[in-house]
């Protein structure tokens, strides 16, 4: 099983552009999220998907959209990205809502100059 | 703020002793605790959680236990090995369905 698959795996960006960060996953999870990770700081939160159909803001949604394309995939997009974006963001998946074990992918590592 | 904090940033062991990594809450609704453990370049792994009606909870090679007295709890490793080694998070849910607020991170060596 792949689990939970990210693309790209680094980018870098400049001030200003927009770009797709894709997400997948293979285990018939209901709910998705999108973190960011950044030194010295644990995961944060952006947005998440409870099941497919829907999507709610985190703990940091600003700057950033997301899709639940359908039960596998959810995207997190960046409009117009900015130096403080400059992170790795992973994504996530479990069986349902959170307070159960999720499952992480291999992160997307994002350079916004 | 309410935040999960960590009492040690950094924890190096040899090999084949035990490790215990302790994470402090400060949040009284929080219900759910999950460690997580993340390899150098890599997502982080579920470990083990344990939920507010227990004290205790064991899997392979890791046991945590909670103190919600004292909003403390422990990862403990028992024969540490050099394939441990890791930043190990802790998270809990401040009583949300949803959301879990994690700690900075414990960077664990194991010393061969």
């Known amino acids: 099983n792949a689990g939970v698959t990210q693309t790209p795996k680094f980018q870098v960006l400049k001030t200003g552009q927009s770009m797709t960060l894709q997400c997948a996953q293979d285990m018939n999870h209901n709910s998705m999220y999108w973190y960011r990770q950044d030194p010295g700081m644990g995961l944060r939160l952006i947005y998440y998907s409870a099941s497919e159909g829907t999507t709610d803001k985190g703990e940091v949604p600003n700057g950033y959209n997301v899709s639940r394309l359908n039960k596998r995939e959810f995207s997190l997009r960046l409009e117009s990205a900015a130096p403080s974006q400059t992170s790795v963001y992973f994504c996530?998946?479990?069986?349902?809502?959170?307070?159960?074990?999720?499952?992480f992918g291999q992160g997307t590592r994002l350079t916004v100059v | 703020g309410e935040s999960v904090g960590l009492h040690l940033p950094t924890l190096s062991v040899q090999e084949g002793d035990n490790s215990i990594i302790n994470c402090a809450y400060s949040?009284?609704?929080?219900?759910?605790f999950i460690w997580y453990k993340q390899e150098s370049g890599k997502g982080p792994q579920f470990i083990i959680d344990i939920r507010s009606n227990m004290d205790k909870r064991q899997g392979q090679r890791v046991t945590v236990l909670l103190n919600k007295t004292v909003k403390h709890l422990s990862l403990q490793i028992a024969a540490t090995q050099p394939g441990d080694s890791a930043v190990y998070f802790c998270?809990?849910?401040?009583?949300?369905?949803?959301?879990?607020?994690f700690g900075k991170g414990t960077l664990l060596t194991v010393n061969p």
């Open positions: 998270a809990d849910n401040r009583g949300s369905n949803y959301k879990l607020t």
């Open positions: 949040n009284s609704a929080s219900d759910y």
């Open positions: 996530a998946s479990s069986e349902w809502i959170m307070n159960t074990e999720a499952f």
